[in-house]
């Protein structure tokens, strides 16, 4: 399926990332995708992303629609021609845009969930949380810092903010297989927060994800990114 060029702004994106076992994430995994490892762990995590100005590329920005939204990402890996690929596994979209909603396969890639947002940001804090009509949820309260997580598998930010910059393409489950989207930024730049309060119902699924087989690794914070979204051809299992 056709996806336009899609242009905007990301006004403010948070990713909260995880350390999942290996086994765990290779049992949830659908082919073609293998989880994507750091020093033996998976990386799995949430990308609570605010955009604003999101139109056709070639479209004024005024006609441009704003939304939050809330993507459950993991690491991957998967062979394409022979060549291993990487980017990110989304298995569950969330959206406060009834129109991305709709449009979810059609102008946006895979399945989103409409869901109510609550955000509250004032002084470099940020609460964000989202309630889904199929009952997931999630919450968020973090604060930025300069302060590294020494109990990270990543090594220092510069190696964290690599990672994600080269995930930067994304699979998501349609009704025949994957559609894809890549991320084009016209810069990259994160920095950190510290995460004071973290729910999330999906990650928290012991039917998935054992108890004890998930743990905190960082977070992240990007403000004011101009980028583009291009579709990629599907992908099947």
């Known amino acids: 399926m056709f996806l336009p060029k899609i242009k905007g702004t990301i006004d403010r994106r948070i990713l909260i990332n995880y350390q999942v076992e290996k086994e765990v994430l290779e049992r949830y995994l659908p082919a073609p995708f293998r989880p994507k490892l750091v020093h033996g762990k998976g990386i799995a995590g949430i990308c609570l992303i605010r955009l604003k100005g999101i139109r056709p590329k070639g479209l004024p920005r005024q006609i441009g629609i704003g939304s939050e939204n809330g993507a459950h990402r993991i690491a991957v890996e998967w062979q394409e021609n022979g060549i291993t690929k990487e980017g990110v596994f989304v298995p569950r979209r969330d959206t406060s845009n009834v129109l991305n909603a709709l449009a979810g396969g059609r102008i946006f890639p895979g399945i989103h969930h409409q869901a109510k947002f609550e955000v509250a940001e004032a002084e470099g804090n940020y609460k964000v949380a989202f309630k889904s009509e199929d009952g997931t949820s999630l919450s968020i309260e973090a604060a930025e810092t ?54 999330s119902s999906f990650f928290e699924n012991t039917r998935i994800f054992p108890e004890g087989s998930v743990t905190f690794d960082n977070a992240l914070l990007m403000r004011d990114i101009e980028h583009e979204w291009q579709g990629l051809h599907a992908l099947h299992s």
């Open 146 to 199: 300069d302060q590294w997580n020494t109990e990270s598998v990543f090594d220092n930010l510069a190696c964290v903010s690599d990672f994600f910059e080269k995930g930067s393409v994304g699979y998501s489950p349609d009704k025949s297989g994957f559609e894809g989207l890549e991320l084009k930024t016209y810069r990259w730049q994160v920095s950190l927060l510290k995460v004071k309060q973290v729910h």
